[in-house]
């Protein structure tokens, strides 16, 4: 790559909340590392290109479903349409840019010469009139939309890339391994948000995805709301500043680091793509950032000391890996600590930031379990799931859960998670409630 001035990056700053005391013996550790990125301009380090307005350049492709249920109703292929128009129109100037149209095949609507357009008033105008090309027809591979996007994106030398990818059914013509492989393939290549339209889609496909690409998933039950959503998702897009950002966790001689887990504004369990990244430290990868913040819950086993003893149990820093195997360092460090003490009173306080998102981690899986008991028909079960769901709901204050729980279930008692199941439950509220389940509220500071 060429090198480029070294413009300002955000500034990335980490805060620790935890209870450092452990009983004498005691040897779990707890912490909630605050991650805060404010006030970029555009990526640091000498290796990724800006945008002539400043910003990081970016490439974005966008994969709309085209297959024959796209046409049931016949305004939904319009709404889909209408919002990759909308989309179209969001992209920043000098943003690289195609379309792509998802069938049992993947085929590049535009520009269509197996690149990549610059958004301008004239390309713009272009995109959407090819839009009019867009037809519904076929099946759906999803895998062979990622491979074409991932194709795409990779042949400009941009900062920054991110695909947005709208689905109405299930993936059919190809098998689970097939998109499973894509995932792998485009992980860390490009970040992607996905959205189901409609109620004929697979909730654990659609997560699944953007969860593989460290984007986004939701639903846009109504198809009249994609222009609005898609609007939404090319904003956040367009407002990143800098990409493949990694939590680098160390531990010490004699630790075991037993999860790191994002815990807002969604719950992401990030242990499984630790990458090695010398003596005891690894990398958990976070995607791309913007002015933002997010939460990480990570717990640490420590060797059992004695009484007055103290040691670092984990240093969190962030970088960006670069090409070459090394990583940009963005300066900003946390620390996490053990202390061990006779103080009952001490070792035995909970940290506020930590219970609370342990019961959001919590929230998100009683709501899977008790949907998919209600699915299998396990009434009792499911009730007891999503009653536990409705308490910890009320418990934490997230409103959006709880109004999205009232739809499954009629709350007799939030406080003490007494409910009972609704007989009949329209499936977009359903749905709605599992996509959105690992959404979580922050800690009231």
């Known amino acids: 790559m060429a090198n480029f001035a070294k413009p300002s990056v955000p500034r990335f700053s980490v805060d620790v909340y935890q209870n450092e005391y452990l009983p004498e013996g005691g040897r779990e550790v707890n912490a909630i590392v605050t991650v805060t990125a404010t006030g970029g301009g555009t990526l640091g380090g000498g290796l990724s290109p800006a945008a002539s307005d400043g910003r990081p350049s970016a490439a974005v492709a966008i994969m709309v479903d085209c297959?024959?249920?796209?046409?049931?109703?016949?305004?939904?292929?319009?709404?889909?349409?209408?919002?990759?128009?909308?989309?179209?129109?969001?992209?920043?100037?000098?943003?690289?840019?195609?379309?792509?149209?998802?069938?049992?095949?993947?085929?590049?609507?535009?520009?269509?010469?197996?690149?990549?357009?610059?958004?301008?008033?004239?390309?713009?105008?272009r995109a959407k009139q090819a839009l009019r090309r867009l037809a519904?027809?076929?099946?759906?591979?999803?895998?062979?939309?990622?491979?074409?996007?991932?194709?795409?994106?990779?042949?400009?030398?941009?900062?920054?890339?991110?695909?947005?990818?709208?689905?109405?059914?299930?993936?059919?013509?190809?098998?689970?391994?097939?998109?499973?492989?894509?995932?792998?393939?485009?992980?860390?290549?490009?970040?992607c948000d996905a959205r189901g339209v409609g109620t004929d889609w697979e909730v654990k496909e659609v997560t699944g995805i953007a969860s593989a690409l460290?984007?986004?998933?939701?639903?846009?039950?109504?198809?009249?709301?994609?222009?609005?959503?898609?609007?939404?998702?090319?904003?956040?897009?367009?407002?990143?500043?800098?990409?493949?950002?990694?939590?680098?966790?160390?531990?010490?001689?004699g630790t075991t680091l037993r999860y790191v887990k994002q815990v807002a504004p969604a719950v992401e369990d990030l242990t499984a793509r630790r990458t090695e990244a010398g003596p005891r430290a690894g990398d958990y990868p976070t995607g791309s950032w913007g002015d933002e913040s997010r939460d990480y819950h990570l717990c640490v086993e420590v060797p059992p000391a004695g009484l007055g003893r103290e040691m670092l149990a984990a240093r969190v820093s962030l970088v960006v890996p670069q090409p070459d195997g090394s990583a940009q360092n963005l300066g900003a460090q946390g620390l996490v600590r053990a202390v061990w003490t006779d103080d009952m009173t001490a070792s035995t306080a909970i940290s506020p930031q930590v219970a609370h998102y342990t019961g959001q981690a919590e929230l998100a899986q009683?709501?899977?379990?008790?949907?998919?008991?209600?699915?299998?028909?396990?009434?009792d079960g499911a009730t007891a799931k999503l009653g536990r769901a409705v308490q910890l709901a009320s418990a934490s204050g997230n409103a959006d859960t709880a109004k999205l729980l009232s739809k499954v279930v009629d709350v007799v008692d939030a406080a003490t998670g007494t409910v009972r199941l609704k007989t009949r439950v329209a499936q977009a509220d359903e749905m709605t409630l599992e996509t959105r389940s690992t959404k979580t509220v922050r800690v009231k500071k």
């Open 67 to 125: 297959s024959g249920s796209m046409d049931y109703p016949p305004t939904k292929m319009r709404n889909a349409r209408d919002a990759t128009a909308a989309a179209v129109d969001t992209l920043r100037d000098g943003t690289h840019f195609a379309v792509i149209a998802g069938t049992h095949v993947a085929t590049e609507v535009y520009p269509g010469d197996g690149g990549l357009a610059v958004a301008s008033p004239t390309t713009r105008h």
């Open 136 to 191: 519904s027809g076929g099946g759906t591979a999803i895998g062979t939309w990622l491979r074409l996007a991932d194709r795409l994106l990779s042949s400009a030398d941009v900062a920054l890339r991110h695909g947005i990818l709208l689905t109405d059914g299930r993936n059919e013509h190809e098998s689970p391994e097939d998109l499973r492989a894509a995932l792998d393939a485009c992980a860390g290549r490009f970040t």
């Open 214 to 253: 460290l984007g986004t998933a939701d639903i846009v039950a109504d198809p009249a709301g994609l222009a609005a959503d898609f609007t939404r998702m090319m904003e956040t897009a367009m407002g990143k500043e800098v990409a493949d950002v990694a939590l680098r966790v160390w531990t010490p001689v």
């Open 366 to 379: 009683v709501i899977k379990q008790g949907l998919d008991l209600r699915k299998v028909g396990d009434f």
